[in-house]
């Protein structure tokens, strides 16, 4: 197994940082000519040693394919207001020179079983360390406000209840995703009106926190 994961999560630790100044740095690019940005904020993690070991258990990953089975070391999370902002930001990441989109899985039109929506990007991201460039994947997760809000209640549900929820339960998180859903697709429908009430409220110079 990895000898020193100190060593091991240098370039993961290093592209992640990387990539949350870049992302960050697009949003400021949008709202500084004034226009809506598709990316409303950003999030990162590298995963821990225990999940990296619990993964490679389930999913039967030998170590020498490590750092190209698991494609989720590195982990950059980016919520949008909008559905459509979502695919915005996967052109803004496609057609970028300084990372490679590897592989893409849409499961907005493509829910998962539980109910999970989200846009996932595997990159190839090469870093710059003291012993030349080293590539690393990194994936992006692509999600609404409201599917965040849904994805975070029911991984914290999943760590008490380790994936065997009550029926109960079960059928409550199915409506819910679906209720986040509908909220999204409401949202959409309103998106000018709200778009230009934004633009009155920035504009007079509130909420001057938000970068
Ligand atoms: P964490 O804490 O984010 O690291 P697998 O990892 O085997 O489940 P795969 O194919 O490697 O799946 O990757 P996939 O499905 O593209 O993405 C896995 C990650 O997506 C998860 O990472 C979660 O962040 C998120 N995800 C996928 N399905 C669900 C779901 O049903 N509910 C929630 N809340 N999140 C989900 P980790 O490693 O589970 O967690």
Known sequence: MVED?????????????????????????????????????????VKTVDSIL??????QISEERLETDMQDIA???????????????????????DMTVVEERDYITNKKASGYRSYHIVLKYP???INGEKNVLVEIQIRTLAMNFWATIEHSLNYKYQGEF?????ARLERAAEAAFKLDTEM?????????????????????NQS
């Open 54 to 59: 619990e993964k490679i258990e389930r999913r």
């Open 127 to 129: 870093v710059q360390m």
């Open 166 to 170: 009550p029926s109960q339960l079960n």
């Open 188 to 208: 959409s429908e309103i998106r000018e009106e709200i778009q230009e009430a934004q633009h009155l409220f920035y504009g007079k110079g509130l909420n001057k």
């Open 5 to 45: 994961w100190k060593y091991f999560f240098r370039p993961y630790e290093q592209a992640v940082s990387e990539m949350k100044i870049k992302m960050r740095g697009l949003r400021k690019q949008f709202t500084g000519i004034g226009q809506h940005s598709p990316i409303e904020f950003v999030t990162s993690r």
């Open 75 to 97: 982990g950059i999370r980016i919520m949008c207001q909008f559905v459509d902002d979502i695919y915005q930001v996967v052109d803004l990441l496609r057609s970028r020179n």
